[in-house]
């Protein structure tokens, strides 16, 4: 059964904004400034499905670029005090798309979310050398293990060392671990073999609008 849903932008190009990939346009709006508006959006989107969907939990993803912002910090935790129901039903993933430059203000944004019952998750962990540096820093509920690994796990003794490490390691700092990328039984067996408790991918859904929408 689903634990929750990840909100995923998908920009529709148009000929004043040719950036079709989530990747392209997520860069673009960093690089003019716009990443926690951006952010913030996609967050009061998360609430509105989270409200509109009984039970339903959503994660929605956050840049180090607002991760270290004191300000959204604010705004967020002043929306979670206010309609305290809507921790539990939300999950925050921190993404590596930009470095994290003032850990301090970051390590105070993950605790306050924590301490008002918000999960936090480190996103895409294997991809990028900050992930590991992120789970020294903050302490997270969950740790996404990164869709390359989980495609070739079931060819690769390799792959599965490299999935089972991370899994020791996410369980050493009291993480739950969910693999992405998984598309047949067999990927899913061996993630469950692997110590891996939750799993994303297509044998489980594919993408559509988010519940409640």
């Given at each position: 059964?689903?634990h929750?849903?990840e909100?995923?932008?998908?920009p529709?190009?148009t000929?004043?904004?040719p950036?079709g990939?989530?990747s392209?346009f997520?860069a ?13 959006a996609?967050v ?7 409200r ?11 840049s180090?670029?607002?991760?270290q912002n004191?300000a959204f910090r604010?705004?967020?935790c002043?929306?979670l005090?206010a ?8 999950l925050v ?8 430059e003032?850990e301090?203000e ?6 306050a979310l924590?301490?008002?019952g ?5 996103d895409?962990?294997?991809a ?12 997270v509920?969950f740790?996404?293990?990164d869709?390359i690994?989980v495609t070739?796990?079931v ?8 999935i089972a490490a991370?899994v020791?390691?996410a ?12 598309e047949?039984?067999?990927q899913?067996?061996l993630?469950?073999?692997l ?6 991918g297509f044998?489980?859904?594919r993408?559509?609008a988010?519940p409640?929408?």
């Amino acid at each position: 059964r689903a634990h929750h849903y990840e909100a995923l932008l998908r920009p529709i190009p148009t000929p004043a904004n040719p950036y079709g990939e989530p990747s392209e346009f997520l860069a673009l709006a960093e690089t003019v400034g716009l990443s926690e508006a951006l952010d913030w959006a996609v967050v009061e989107t998360a609430c509105e499905a989270a409200r509109a969907a009984a039970g339903a939990r959503i994660a929605c993803n956050l840049s180090g670029l607002t991760l270290q912002n004191p300000a959204f910090r604010q705004q967020l935790c002043a929306l979670l005090e206010a309609s305290p129901d809507l921790a539990g039903r939300l999950l925050v993933e921190i993404t590596e798309t930009a470095e994290i430059e003032d850990e301090g203000e970051a390590i105070r944004t993950v605790d306050a979310l924590r301490g008002l019952g918000l999960p936090v998750c480190i996103d895409d962990f294997g991809a990028g050398a900050a992930a590991f540096r992120y789970l020294r820093l903050f302490r997270v509920d969950f740790v996404k293990v990164d869709g390359i690994y989980v495609t070739h796990a079931v060819e690769s003794d390799r792959d599965r060392g490299f999935i089972a490490a991370m899994v020791d390691l996410a369980r050493t700092v009291g993480a739950r671990v969910v693999a992405e990328k998984i598309e047949t039984e067999a990927q899913a067996a061996l993630m469950q073999e692997l110590g891996v408790t939750f799993g994303q991918g297509f044998l489980f859904g594919r993408p559509g609008a988010l519940p409640g929408q």
